[in-house]
């Protein structure tokens, strides 16, 4: 018995695709700086030395007239009493019968020897008749502190798409092929 015979192809379709793309170009951002410094400004001029040298003119010359005379007028008050004091041990020494001989030239004499009353008329002399003293300036300091300026430009991206692409052909197309079967007639 004869057969038909029945071939098929499949038809193909080819895709060639190509995927799009981004270009991202990003531009750097521009940064300007300025900046000055911090200014400092410190006006302290020298302190004060103050010498006092009272004593030691008072020890050398007297010192001034009004010190001077107030030194020795103040003295004279404890003289006044000392001689006060000698005046009334005289007068018992003369009043005293007890003492054998004439005490006035006894007197006379511790008197003569003893000599006039030690005056202090000039200051005391020591090392250290000189007063130092020192006053600081006061500190006049000031500080402007320095600045920083900064300006920053950012720049936004530019974004640029190139689009793919989508090919579709047809590589083969599909067929069937029927071949009848052959009859022999001669037969």
């Known amino acids: ?4 015979s029945i071939q098929s192809q499949r038809g193909l379709i080819s895709v060639d695709s190509q995927p799009g793309r981004f270009e991202i170009r990003r531009p750097r951002p521009e940064i300007h700086v300025e900046s000055s410094p911090p200014v400092i400004t410190a006006n302290n001029g020298p302190g004060e030395l103050v010498i006092d040298q009272t004593r030691s003119f008072s020890a050398l010359t007297g010192g001034k007239m009004d010190e001077f005379w107030h030194r020795i007028h103040s003295q004279y008050k404890g003289f006044a009493q000392q001689n006060l004091t000698h005046i009334v041990e005289w007068g018992n020494r003369m009043g005293d019968l007890r003492i054998r001989g004439n005490p006035m030239p006894d007197m006379a004499l511790d008197a003569f020897v003893e000599g006039a009353p030690d005056l202090q008329v000039y200051g005391e002399a020591t ?3 000189i007063d130092l003293g020192y006053i600081p300036k006061d500190l006049n300091l000031r500080v402007e502190p320095g600045k920083f300026i900064i300006d920053v430009q950012s720049h936004r991206p530019e974004v640029n798409y190139h689009r793919g692409g989508v090919k579709i052909q047809m590589a083969q197309y ?3 092929t029927i071949t009848p ?4 007639i001669m037969a």
Do not use: G, H, Q, S
């Open 181 to 184: 079967p052959t009859i022999n």
């Open 127 to 129: 090392a250290d008749n």
């Open 1 to 4: 018995m004869p057969l038909i």
């Open 174 to 176: 599909p067929k069937v």
